[in-house]
T-cell receptor
Framework: AQSVSQHNHHVILSEAASLELGCNYS??????LFWYVQYPGQHLQLLLK??????LVKGIKGFEAEFIKSKFSFNLRKPSVQWSDTAEYFC??????????????FGKGTHLIIQP | DGGITQSPKYLFRKEGQNVTLSCEQN?????MYWYRQDPGQGLRLIYY???????QKGDIAEGYSVSREKKESFPLTVTSAQKNPTAFYLC????????????FGAGSRLTVL
């Protein structure tokens, strides 16, 4: 079965530190890649996405992610985190070979805590 | 404002009772989904529906049932056959041209006592 792995389940950083959250997915052909964020008490919302083209994509709130095809990775980065970045982050993948609208496969999530 | 409305937000039920969670969208989206979120488990797909009167099982469909009688509505029933029903349930939707960008509701938290 196709799978998505997020390396860190809990990350604690101080404000202004740099952030990198790892995401790897299993081989299965062409993919669409996503990062979603769930702030405390809020809806799950899209942070950024990659479909094709430039492998470095920028999202909301200063986040970016890089697609490295040879490593099956789509790591999320932010140069300087803020207290308001405290949230749960989910990597998600859609393998295009699956066809149709059969949903995304999500990683287990990374709970990020930013200390003031 | 367009969006997805899930109700109820919190639900408590006794073991052995069926419960139905509501999901309504006014986004005119074609496809709708139900995910289950558990701590440390991420989101797992329960059921999805691409068109009215049609739906497909996801990865963890056992103990759940759905219907799609209207484009805007996709209710989920958690039956007594679901062995571990206490969880956070998320409904989502997308258009066929949306390239799988899902819009999520606020979720329903079910606790079985």
């Amino acid at each position: 079965a196709q799978s998505v792995s997020q390396h860190n389940h809990h990350v604690i950083l101080s404000e202004a530190a740099s952030l990198e959250l790892g995401c790897n997915y299993s081989y299965g052909g062409t993919v669409n890649l996503f990062w979603y964020v769930q702030y405390p008490g809020q809806h799950l919302q899209l942070l950024l996405k990659y479909f094709s083209g430039d492998p470095l994509v920028k999202g909301i709130k200063g986040f970016e992610a890089e697609f490295i095809k040879s490593k099956f990775s789509f790591n999320l980065r932010k140069p300087s985190v803020q207290w308001s970045d405290t949230a749960e982050y989910f990597c998600a993948v859609k393998w295009r070979s699956g066809g149709g609208a059969d949903g995304l496969t999500f990683g287990k999530g990374t709970h990020l805590i930013i200390q003031p | 404002d367009g969006g997805i409305t899930q109700s109820p937000k919190y639900l408590f039920r006794k073991e052995g009772q069926n419960v139905t969670l509501s999901c309504e969208q006014n986004l005119n989206h074609d496809a709708m989904y139900w995910y289950r979120q558990d701590p440390g488990q991420g989101l797992r797909l329960i059921y999805y529906s691409q068109i009215v009167n049609d739906f497909q099982k996801g990865d963890i469909a056992e103990g759940y049932s759905v219907s799609r009688e209207k484009k805007e509505s996709f209710p989920l029933t958690v039956t007594s056959a679901q062995k571990n029903p206490t969880a956070f349930y998320l409904c989502a939707s997308t258009t066929y041209s949306g390239a799988n960008v899902l819009t999520f509701g606020a979720g329903s938290r079910l606790t079985v006592l």
